[in-house]
């Protein structure tokens, strides 16, 4: 369940509903709280550096506000031939967008971190990543106006998302799922049960993955 900031005991750092419900499937109860952090890329920065400070940073930010905290944060970008492609400014930057990605395969990050300290002391503060494949399907120009007037393209990296049943964007992954939606649970709900959590694990599971994630499609 997800719970109001007050006094929270777990954070989510993150308003993707996405996230967030991946995070339900665990059992923990968690406060949603935006870090609100500048999201800029450095000159030069590479992607996977620019992926892994955000969400170092969203962690930070607070773990030093909410210091008796665990705080969760993620980052996910779609990165084709080195560029980084976040979430679209409008329609027409979507459109532009899947029409650079479709028929190709490209590469989508997620970097996790978790801050906190466990029940004997010891502080947390970890970070990992997964590197996933995408290969999208050659949608012709009057499928992504359909999908983009869909308005689901608007709040995603890449303007797309995998787990979208009316429009079947994606053609073939590997990798981790849950990691391309944002928030790769096979590592998470790994890292929360070594930190002392009693974490719920999924049992209603769709495939599994070459990374040995295993996954509910939600």
């Not at 954070?11 to 406060?31: H, K, N």
């Not at 620019?50 to 940073?57: D, E, F, K, W």
């Not at 031939?81 to 490209?106: D, F, Y």
């Not at 787990?163 to 981790?176: K, L, P, S």
Request: proline share 6%; hydrophobic share 40%.
């Amino acid at each position: 369940m997800t719970q109001p900031v007050s006094h929270p005991a777990f954070i989510l750092a993150s308003s993707s509903p996405r996230r967030q419900a991946l995070l339900r499937l665990l059992g923990i109860p968690f406060a949603v709280q935006g870090a609100d952090i500048d999201e800029t890329p450095f000159p030069q920065e590479e992607s996977l550096a620019y992926v892994s400070r955000m969400a170092q940073t969203k962690a930070r930010t607070l773990a030093e506000r909410f210091p008796h905290a665990w705080v969760l944060a993620a980052d996910t970008s779609v990165i084709l031939g080195g560029e980084i492609l976040g979430k679209p400014e409008n329609s027409p930057h979507a459109t532009q967008m899947l029409r650079q990605l479709r028929g190709k395969t490209h590469q989508v990050v997620t970097v996790w971190a978790l801050e906190g300290r466990t029940p004997n002391g010891e502080v947390v503060q970890h970070l990992q990543t997964t590197q996933n494949h995408v290969l999208l399907h050659p949608m012709s120009d009057a499928e992504i106006e359909r999908y983009v007037a869909s308005g689901d393209p608007l709040d995603k990296a890449g303007a797309y998302a995998i787990q979208n049943t009316e429009f079947r964007v994606v053609e073939a992954y590997d990798g981790c799922y849950a990691g391309i939606m944002g928030l790769p649970l096979c590592q998470v709900q790994e890292k929360l049960a070594t930190c002392g959590f009693a974490v719920q694990r999924v049992t209603h599971l769709a495939t599994t993955t070459p990374c040995g994630c295993r996954y509910l499609s939600v």
